[in-house]
């Protein structure tokens, strides 16, 4: 059975060294890190996500705030909030909550974010940043998973490191980070021929497609360490909940399948998630400490 990767942990660890840090940087430099998310609309999903992030930032003594726009927020108002963001010297960090409303083109809005301050690290300028092993800012999803797996394996020099999902968010991000730390990297999605046989190849296989359980036991290497992206929201077991309206999280890993044969395994919930939120406190620290010329502060964290 395989060994059970515990992002929960990991991230509370994380938040607590994160936290001291801040106390740390606010009574030697006076440098208290802010961070802004911007939410709109009404979308359940995102409304606990952005409160827990909000919730998290104040935990770790940041100075925290959260706009909450109505779903009719125009393209020109939310631009006009970033612009002010943007310009707010107590606001290091700025995160727009996706999905964004149709109505919204998300790439704009992300673009006009200060590349400085994207602490989601999806700005073309932080992209083209990871992909040339620059300093930027790292989405966070991905960087987590490193941080699980170099935690679990130590070096990833040499791994066959299958990634299933192409998204700018999590799939791309994911890629260049585990070919930085010397994996052989292949990236594959829905329409690669045989994608089982080509999992089967992989010593970490992430999953990052969101279908609930597509990936199989039988797609898993035996001893593969398989990091699972995926937060699916499916209808309860029990069929009684499930008319009633109760749901329950999944991941995009067939989990009690592929625990049988994997080596390690995130859960979900209880895994990748929790650290997308640890992480983005800690990019938003490091967004702080670079404006003020304090990267040297960030070394225990690198
Ligand atoms: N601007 C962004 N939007 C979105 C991002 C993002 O990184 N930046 N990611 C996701 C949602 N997300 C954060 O925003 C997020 C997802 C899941 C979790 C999490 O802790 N999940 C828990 C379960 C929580 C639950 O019960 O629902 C877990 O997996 O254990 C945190 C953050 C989309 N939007």
Same mark, same amino acid.
């Not at 612009?83 to 010297?89: G, I, T, W, Y």
């Not at 940043?129 to 620059?134: D, E, K, S, T």
């Given at each position: 059975m395989a060994h059970i990767i515990d992002g929960?942990?990991?991230?509370?660890?994380?938040?607590?060294?994160i936290g001291a840090k801040v106390a @740390?940087?606010?009574i030697r430099h006076g440098l208290k890190p802010g961070l802004a998310v911007v939410l709109v609309g009404e979308d359940p999903a995102s409304q606990v996500y952005v409160r827990n992030k909000g919730e998290q930032t104040h935990a770790?003594?940041? &100075?925290?705030v959260t706009h909450r726009l109505e779903a009719s927020t125009t393209q020109e108002d939310l631009l006009a909030l970033v612009?002010?963001?943007?310009? @707010?010297?107590a606001i290091h960090g700025i995160l727009v909550q996706l999905p964004l409303p149709a109505h919204i083109d998300s790439n704009a809005v992300l673009g006009a974010? @200060?590349?400085n301050k994207d602490v989601d690290g999806f700005h073309v300028v932080n992209a083209g940043?990871?992909?040339?092993?620059?300093?930027g800012m790292v989405p966070c999803t991905p960087l987590g998973c490193l941080m699980l797996l170099k935690d679990h394996l130590g070096s990833l020099k040499g791994k &066959?490191?299958?990634v299933v999902g192409r998204s700018n968010i999590v799939g791309k991000p994911m890629a260049q980070l585990l070919l930085q730390a010397d994996c052989t990297v292949t990236i594959a999605h829905s329409r690669t021929a045989d994608l089982p046989a080509l999992c089967r190849t992989a010593d970490i296989l992430v999953a990052a497609v969101g279908r609930p359980g597509m990936v199989k036991g039988d797609w898993v290497k035996p001893g593969a360490v398989v990091i699972d992206v995926g937060i699916n929201?499916?209808?309860?077991r029990d069929p009684e909940a499930a008319a009633a309206g109760k749901t329950r999280l999944v991941g995009d890993v067939a989990y009690d399948e592929a625990a049988a044969v994997a080596g390690a395994i995130t859960p979900v919930p209880g895994g990748v998630g929790p650290m997308t939120i640890a992480v983005l406190l800690l990019n938003t620290l490091t967004a702080a400490c670079r404006s003020r010329g304090l990267e040297a502060e960030l070394a225990e964290f690198n």
């Open positions: 929960k942990a990991f991230a509370g660890a994380l938040r607590e060294r @740390d940087l606010t770790a003594g940041m &100075h925290s612009h002010s963001l943007n310009a @707010d010297p974010i @200060d590349p940043r990871l992909a040339v092993g620059l300093p &066959h490191a299958v929201r499916v209808p309860a």
